[in-house]
């Protein structure tokens, strides 16, 4: 006698969808402190890791350098990215800038969402400092696409005013709908590239606190120079680190922002 035997159930995992996300931006200045007199990246892993931040937007961390590796004990095996990375976060993307006969340096992206793609934007004017726009695409669940950039901008007006351009060229090239979270040190303390972008972003500390955020120096924030830009995206709330140990580990205040997607 057959038996017919009842069809399998189909058991569908459904993930739930991130609407929230803690994002964490910081200068590391080569994992030194300010004017360079002591390396303290191994501290300054650990106090990103208190943040628990889902991404974490680098500037000025290194991928390489041969004198520093060979003069400071504590200098890690593997990029300084990485490094900080550590077992918190799964995926990383570095966008090399700088490139000298010891070493290189530039911008990288620590997530704890895949990254499905990354590329990183040269936008530096020829003849002087190097500068790039790492761009990354996520994979976020419950959303279609997310773009996630880290910024290092020029020093000079003109050369942001154009490099600021550039990034307005990226963001239109990116779906309409898709949420980005732009990030990093935009070095504007002039605020006339924040006024350029806020026609087509909302800034963290803008939307919260009526001013981008006083971020550098570390020890006494006076300039505005480090910026969270956020498109389809809300900022629940914003914050500046300036106390101990942020103090001690950069020349840059780091911003941190909760955001609504």
């Known amino acids: 006698m057959n038996k017919t035997m009842p069809a399998p159930t189909c058991i569908i995992d459904k993930v739930t969808a991130v609407r929230r996300l803690n994002l964490l931006t910081i200068n590391v200045h080569k994992g030194f402190t300010f004017f360079n007199r002591r390396f303290i990246l191994p501290e300054l892993r650990d106090a990103v890791r208190a943040t ?46 700088a490139v000298y006969p010891h070493g290189d340096h530039g911008n990288a992206l620590l997530s704890k969402f895949p990254i499905l793609e990354h590329h990183n934007l040269d936008v530096s004017i020829q003849g002087n400092e190097q500068r790039g726009l790492l761009h990354c695409r996520l994979d976020v669940p419950g959303h279609d696409q997310f773009h996630a950039i880290c910024v290092h901008l ?31 040190d935009f070095n504007d303390w002039r605020l006339k590239a924040d006024g350029v972008l806020a026609k087509h972003l909302e800034e963290a500390f803008g939307r919260t606190q009526g001013a981008p955020a006083r971020s550098f120096p570390a020890r006494l924030p006076l300039l505005r120079l480090d910026r969270i830009y956020l498109r389809n995206a809300t900022v629940r709330s914003a914050k500046v680190l300036s106390s101990y140990p942020w103090t001690h580990l950069s020349d840059h205040a780091p911003l941190a922002a909760e955001v609504s997607l």
């Open 52 to 97: 628990g931040a889902d991404l974490v937007f680098l500037q000025e961390v290194h991928g390489s350098h041969q004198q520093h590796a060979e003069r400071h004990a504590a200098w890690p095996e593997t990029p300084q990215y990485e490094f900080l990375a550590d077992s918190m976060w799964p995926q990383f993307a570095y966008g090399r800038n």
């Open 154 to 184: 020029g020093l000079r007006e003109a050369h942001r005013q154009r490099q600021v351009r550039l990034l307005l060229e990226l963001l239109d090239s990116l779906p309409a709908d898709a949420p980005v979270v732009i990030a990093g």
